[in-house]
């Protein structure tokens, strides 16, 4: 796994918006998966400008989901399905039917999960991931501990998943499962990235990169990927040795 490191947070968020549009404008029909969540944000907002600058076009490109809170859906703030619409599909432009999002409310999830796994296998796979880290590890809701799963599955969530999840919402959500691509989706993924920024992050994205591959610390499995990134800001990078790109 190759690591650039960037000055701050809106250099790492130019850096991978601009990995995704050479990605889209080499293959204008690649399937994507971006994570939801603050690290993906400011990436977001640059890839809304450079669609609104011509620079790139989505209109053939797919996306599919990395993970939702079961219970909740696209009209509940604080999904993950009320975040991607309102920071990539309004400001984008994109048709329902370039989206394919775990629904967090569906009555039959083992349904869900195979659709969500049949469509990845319709699109050809992944071309390229984006997924962020969470503070116990987690890379999509593949929480620690947990044995390596190869298709989406629903988990019982990690008590710090809970704890930090609250950020996404205003009031006090009880939060208990979610639905999420395995981890050896996203290894099968043709690139991946993984986005981190802040001092909090430094220390599990050092555990990340460098320590040993373990299910204590999910994303450490991003090393065994054949072509995977971790981009970071300065801070997130702080424990590593590193120079700035
Ligand atoms: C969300 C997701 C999570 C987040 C992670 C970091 O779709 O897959 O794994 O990427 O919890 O979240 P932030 O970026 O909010 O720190």
Same mark, same amino acid.
């Given at each position: ?28 029909? !690649?399937?994507?998966?971006? !994570?939801? @969540?603050?690290?993906?944000? @400011?990436?977001? #907002?640059? /890839? ?8 790139? %076009? ?19 703030? =604080? ?9 990539? *599909? ?13 629904? =967090?409310? !569906? ?20 071309? /390229?991931?984006?997924?962020?880290? @969470?503070? #116990? =590890? ?6 620690? =501990?947990? &044995?390596? &799963?190869?298709?989406?599955?629903? +988990?019982?969530? %990690? ?9 996404? $919402? ?31 992050? !430094?220390?599990? *994205? ?10 204590? +610390?999910?994303?450490? $499995? /991003?090393?065994?990927?054949? %072509? ?11 424990? /590593?040795?590193?120079?700035? &790109?």
């Amino acid at each position: 796994m190759k690591t650039f490191v960037y000055a701050d947070y809106d250099q790492l968020s130019r850096a991978a918006a601009t990995l995704v549009t050479d990605t889209v404008r080499s293959n204008p029909h !690649a399937l994507l998966c971006i !994570a939801t @969540g603050d690290t993906p944000a @400011g990436m977001m #907002n640059y /890839l809304t400008e450079d669609v609104r600058s011509g620079v790139v %076009d989505f209109s053939k490109v797919s996306f599919v989901s990395l993970d939702e809170w079961v219970g909740l859906n696209q009209q509940d703030e =604080g999904s993950c399905r009320h975040f991607f619409y309102q920071h990539l *599909v309004y400001p984008l432009n994109l048709n329902a039917e370039q989206v394919a999002f775990f629904d =967090g409310r !569906a009555d039959d999830a083992e349904h869900e999960c195979a659709r969500i796994d049949q469509y990845i296998t319709g699109k050809g796979g992944i071309e /390229l991931m984006i997924v962020g880290i @969470g503070m #116990n =590890g987690h890379i999509g809701m593949n929480e620690p =501990g947990l &044995a390596v &799963a190869n298709s989406s599955h629903i +988990v019982n969530l %990690d008590e710090v998943t809970i704890t930090v999840g609250q950020k996404y $919402f205003r009031e006090k959500t009880p939060l208990r499962r979610g639905i999420t691509l395995g981890i050896g989706q996203i290894l099968e993924s043709k690139k991946a990235i993984l986005m981190a920024s802040g001092r909090k992050k !430094a220390e599990i *994205v050092a555990r990340a990169a460098t320590g040993p591959v373990t299910t204590q +610390v999910p994303a450490s $499995f /991003l090393q065994q990927h054949h %072509d995977a990134y971790m981009l970071l800001d300065a801070d997130a990078a702080s424990s /590593l040795d590193y120079t700035i &790109a």
